[in-house]
């Protein structure tokens, strides 16, 4: 007879576990003409006037990358061209991703999108969402 140790949350785990490969797997399924290879990385930050979004986009020019804000969402998209094949060298292994990208964010209740910039250096796009001024000084107000 085998003993084996009882484990109360390994069908829990395992449930957890299929649900994660599940979620995972949706941004997998793509075909050949719309194939998401690139994936960008991002930082964020914030400071007391803006919150800043940082695209690392190396060999992206800026006129493959689109920005825009719809309602509360700013998307930021684009592709990242395959370099041209040289018929001189061989490559024995490629590790460049290339493709089409998307990364969309939420952007807080109480941000100035009419002056939101944005700016390429050196592969890195760094988009600046100014926050709006909030008042915060202390007003009378007289009853009538």
């Known amino acids: 007879m085998l003993v084996k140790k009882y484990e109360p949350f390994h069908d829990i785990r395992k ?7 599940i979620i995972n797997s949706v941004g997998e ?27 690392e986009l190396p060999g992206v020019k800026k006129d493959d990358v689109n920005i825009e804000v719809d309602g509360n969402v700013l998307a930021i998209s684009g592709e990242r ?32 999108v009419s002056n939101i910039e944005a700016e ?8 600046l969402i100014p926050k709006l001024k909030v008042d915060t ?8």
């Open 15 to 21: 449930s957890f576990d299929l649900v994660n490969a």
């Open 29 to 55: 399924q793509k075909n050949e003409e719309n194939s998401v290879d690139f994936h960008p990385k991002v930082n964020t930050r914030e400071t007391e006037e803006n919150y800043y979004i940082e695209v």
């Open 81 to 112: 061209l395959v370099k041209e094949e040289l018929k001189d060298e061989n490559y024995h292994k490629v590790e460049s991703r290339f493709g089409l990208f998307s990364r969309s964010f939420t952007l807080p209740e109480k941000v100035d």
């Open 120 to 127: 390429v250096v050196n592969g890195i796009l760094e988009v």
């Open 137 to 144: 000084s202390t007003k009378k107000i007289e009853i009538k």
